[in-house]
C-alpha cells in the first residue's frame, strides 16, 4: 500500500468534510449570529460530542484497532469477526445506557457544563430541550467508530473518512429548510445532528458487508462480556479514556469558563475551534488514521525498523504541512474568520472575538497534529500508561495556563493552554518513544528543518503583505469578491511555500512510502 498515496485520499474526502463543515457553520453564523442560543446549542452539542470522543471514536478506537489487527493477522477472519460481534454488542448497549441517563440528567449536565448560562434561563432550557435530543448521538457514532475501526484495518480507508460529510449535509439542510418554519429555529440544529447520526450509520452498513465484518447485535448486553478479547478491548479503553481526552476534557472547562466571559464567548471558541480543525482533521487526522493499523502490523510482526521509519516518515509530513498551516492560519485569521462567518447576524465585534482565539490556537497548532502522530506508536504496542501519565499532567498544566492567560486575554487565552497543553503532551510522547529506543530518527532532520524555516519565513512574509491590502470588514456586502481574494491569497501562499521548498531541493518522491 502506498501510504503518500493513501494519505492524499484520506485527505482528499477530509476536506470535503471540512469543506461542508465551514459551509455550514457559515451558514449558522449567518442565521443565529453569536449570542444566548447559539452557546446553548454549542454546550448541548458539546455534552454527547464529548462522550462519543471520550467513548467511541477516542478510547475505543486506539483500544480496539491494535487488537482487531492483532486477530486479523494471527488468527484469521473467523475470529475476527466473532470478536468484532462481541464488542458491538458491548458497546452498542453500553452507550445506549448512557444515553438514557444523559436524557434524564440533562438539566445537571448543562448546569455543570456552563453554569454561565443560568443567566437566560430561557437560552438555559433551550441547551437541557437540545441535549436531551441529541445524547442518542453518541449510540450512533458508537458503531460508526466500531465500523471504522473495522474499516481501517481492512485499509478501506474512504467510507470512514467520508462519513462526517453527512452530518455536515444534515446540518446545512436543517439551517437552509427547517429553521425558518420552527418556532424555535435553533432546534432544528438539534434535529440535524439526530438525523447526521442516523446517515452515519447507514453508510457503514454496506461497506460492512463487503468485506463480511457486519457485526452481528445479541440481545444479551452481557454476552460479549464473556470473550476475553473484549475484556482486553475494555481494559485498554480505560485509561485510553483519559488518555487521548485530555484536550477535550479541557476544553470542557474551557466552555464553563467562557460561559462567565462576556456574551458570545462560548460561540467565538466555537467558531475558532472549527477554523482549526480543518488542518488537524486533514493531517493529523488522517495520518493517525493510517499510521494506527500499519504500526500495529509492525510490532505484530516485530519489525521494529519499518515502526520506526513509519514514525519518522510521519512526523517528517507533519512539520511539512503543520508549520506553513500554523503561521497561515494566524497571519489570515481576520481574513477566514470574516470571509467564512461574517454575514447577517454575525456581527463585527464576533468577528474580532473569533479571530483573537484563532491566532492562540495556531501557536500551538503543530502540537495538536503531532500527538496524533505520536499517539498511535503507543498505542499500536497496547501501550495506554503512558500516554494516561502524561495526559494528566498536561490537563493539569492547561488549567494553571488557564488562571495564568485568561484574566489578562479572555477567550484567547482559553485557545492557547490548550494549545500549548498539545505541545507540552507532544513533546513527552516524542521523549518517551526516544527514550525506550522505539524510534530513531533517520539521518538529514537538522537540514530538513532549516529548509523547512526558510520557506515558512517567506511565505509568511507573502501572507502578511497580501492581508494588508484589503479591508476584510467593509467587503461584507461583497462575500464572493472577499472569498475569492482569500482563495487567490491562499493559493498564492501555497504556492510561494512549496516553490521555495523545490528551490532548496525538496521532491515528491522524498516523501513516498509503502507499508505491507
Not at 449510540?139 to 455536515?168: C, E, H
Not at 469558563?257 to 464567548?265: D, F, K, P, T, Y
Not at 507573502?462 to 493559493?491: E, K, N, S, T, Y
Request: proline content about 5%; some cysteine.
Amino acid at each position: 500500500m502506498n501510504l503518500l498515496k493513501t494519505l492524499a485520499a484520506i485527505s482528499s474526502m477530509t476536506m470535503l468534510s471540512r469543506v461542508t463543515g465551514l459551509l455550514r457553520e457559515s451558514l449558522f453564523a449567518r442565521a443565529f449570529g453569536a449570542g444566548a442560543y447559539t452557546d446553548a446549542f454549542i454546550v448541548a452539542f458539546r455534552i454527547p460530542n464529548l462522550l462519543r470522543r471520550l467513548f467511541a471514536e477516542g478510547a475505543f478506537s486506539q483500544a480496539f484497532v491494535p487488537i482487531l489487527a492483532e486477530y486479523k493477522n494471527q488468527h484469521g477472519q473467523e475470529a475476527s469477526k466473532e470478536l468484532a460481534d462481541h464488542v458491538a454488542t458491548t458497546l452498542v448497549w453500553a452507550t445506549v445506557l448512557v444515553s438514557a441517563l444523559g436524557i434524564v440528567g440533562a438539566p445537571l449536565f448543562v448546569y455543570v457544563i456552563a453554569t454561565g448560562l443560568r443567566a437566560t434561563p430561557e437560552a438555559f432550557d433551550a441547551s437541557v430541550w437540545m441535549t436531551r435530543l441529541m445524547f442518542p448521538y453518541i449510540a450512533f457514532m458508537s458503531f460508526v467508530a466500531l465500523a471504522g475501526g473495522i474499516l481501517n484495518t481492512w485499509r478501506q480507508f474512504k467510507i470512514p473518512a467520508f462519513t462526517p460529510v453527512l452530518l455536515n449535509l444534515s446540518f446545512i439542510a436543517a439551517s437552509l429548510f427547517l429553521a425558518p418554519r420552527l418556532a424555535q429555529p435553533i432546534y432544528a440544529m438539534a434535529i440535524a445532528v439526530f438525523v447526521g447520526g442516523l446517515l452515519q450509520v447507514g453508510i457503514q452498513i454496506p461497506a460492512l458487508i463487503k468485506i463480511g465484518m457486519l457485526p452481528r447485535l445479541r440481545l444479551n448486553p452481557a454476552a460479549g462480556l464473556r470473550d476475553p478479547g473484549v475484556l482486553r478491548v475494555l481494559r485498554k479503553m480505560g485509561p485510553a479514556v483519559f488518555a487521548v481526552s485530555a484536550a477535550q476534557i479541557s476544553l470542557m472547562i474551557n466552555t464553563s469558563i467562557a460561559s462567565r466571559l462576556a456574551e458570545g464567548s462560548i460561540s467565538w471558541l466555537s467558531y475558532a475551534d472549527r477554523l482549526m480543525e480543518f488542518p488537524t482533521a486533514m493531517l493529523g487526522v488522517a495520518l493517525g488514521t493510517i499510521l494506527l493499523p500499519s504500526l500495529a502490523k509492525a510490532n505484530s510482526d516485530a519489525d521494529h525498523a519499518e515502526y520506526s521509519a513509519l514514525l519518522d516518515w510521519g512526523l517528517r509530513l507533519t512539520f511539512l504541512l503543520a508549520l506553513p498551516a500554523a503561521v497561515g492560519m494566524a497571519i489570515l485569521a481576520e481574513p477566514l474568520i470574516t470571509a467564512l462567518f461574517h454575514y447577517g447576524k454575525f456581527t463585527d465585534a464576533a468577528a474580532a472575538g473569533s479571530a483573537r482565539p484563532l491566532i492562540a490556537y495556531s501557536a500551538g497548532l503543530i502540537g495538536i497534529i503531532l500527538v496524533k502522530t505520536l499517539a498511535p506508536a503507543f498505542y499500536a504496542k497496547q501501550d495506554i500508561r503512558t500516554p494516561v501519565r502524561i495526559a494528566i499532567g498536561v490537563l493539569i498544566a492547561t488549567q494553571i495556563m488557564n488562571l495564568l492567560f485568561v484574566p489578562y486575554i479572555q477567550v484567547a487565552g482559553l485557545a492557547l493552554s490548550i494549545g500549548l497543553g498539545a505541545c507540552i503532551n507532544a513533546a513527552f510522547l516524542y521523549m518517551g518513544l526516544r527514550k525506550r529506543g522505539v524510534y530513531q530518527p533517520l539521518p538529514g532532520w537538522g537540514a530538513f528543518y532549516l529548509k523547512l524555516l526558510v520557506a515558512v519565513a517567506v511565505m509568511g512574509a507573502a501572507a502578511w503583505f497580501g492581508a494588508q491590502q484589503f479591508d476584510w470588514l467593509g467587503m461584507r456586502a461583497h462575500p464572493w469578491l472577499r472569498v475569492g481574494l482569500l482563495l487567490g491569497l491562499i493559493g498564492a501562499c501555497v504556492v510561494v511555500y512549496f516553490s521555495v521548498l523545490m528551490a532548496l531541493g525538496f521532491r515528491p518522491r522524498d516523501f513516498k512510502r509503502r507499508a505491507n
